[in-house]
C-alpha cells in the first residue's frame, strides 16, 4: 500500500502492538510518530505545529486516556481520522469513543487485512477524471 507522504500518529503503550503496526506499515512510505502515553501526544498537537493524516489511539493508555486524547485532538483537527483499536470491549467504551469523535472503534486483535481496509477507507483517495 502506497501511503507516500502521510502522516500516521500511534498512542500506544504496549511494545508488542507498536511494533506489530510499524511491521505493517514499514515498507508504505508513511511517517510513523509514535507516543508511549496520551500527555506525549497532547503535547505534540498542542504545539500546533504538526499535519496528522491519520491517528491510531488506544483506549487505555497512561497519563491521558484514549477518549480525552481524541476529545481534546478534535478541538484541534475536525476531520484527520481517529481510530481506536483496543482490547477494551464494553459498549460504554465504544459509545463514548465515538462521543468523543473517533470514526471506528475496532477491537484487538486486529489482522493486517482490517488495518489496510481502514487505511484505505481514510487516507487513499480515488482519483476521478472529470467528465465533459
Not at 498542542?46 to 484514549?66: H, K, Q, T, Y
Not at 473517533?102 to 493486517?112: A, G, I, T
Amino acid at each position: 500500500m502506497d501511503l507516500q507522504g502521510k502522516i500516521i500518529v500511534i498512542v500506544e503503550d504496549d511494545i508488542p502492538s507498536v511494533k506489530y503496526y510499524e511491521t505493517l506499515f514499514r515498507n508504505s512510505g508513511a511517517i510513523v510518530t509514535v507516543f508511549s502515553n496520551g500527555k506525549q501526544f497532547v503535547d505534540f498537537f498542542s504545539s500546533g505545529e504538526n499535519n496528522i493524516d491519520l491517528v491510531i489511539i488506544d483506549f487505555l493508555i497512561p497519563l491521558v486516556n484514549g477518549i480525552d486524547c481524541t476529545r481534546l485532538f478534535r478541538k484541534y483537527s475536525k476531520s484527520t481520522p481517529v481510530l481506536m483499536i483496543t482490547a477494551y470491549c464494553s459498549d460504554k467504551s465504544k459509545t463514548e469513543a465515538y462521543i468523543a469523535g473517533c470514526n471506528e472503534y475496532v477491537l484487538k486483535p486486529v489482522f493486517p487485512e482490517k488495518i489496510f481496509s481502514l487505511l484505505e477507507k481514510y487516507l487513499i483517495q480515488e482519483v476521478t477524471t472529470p467528465r465533459f
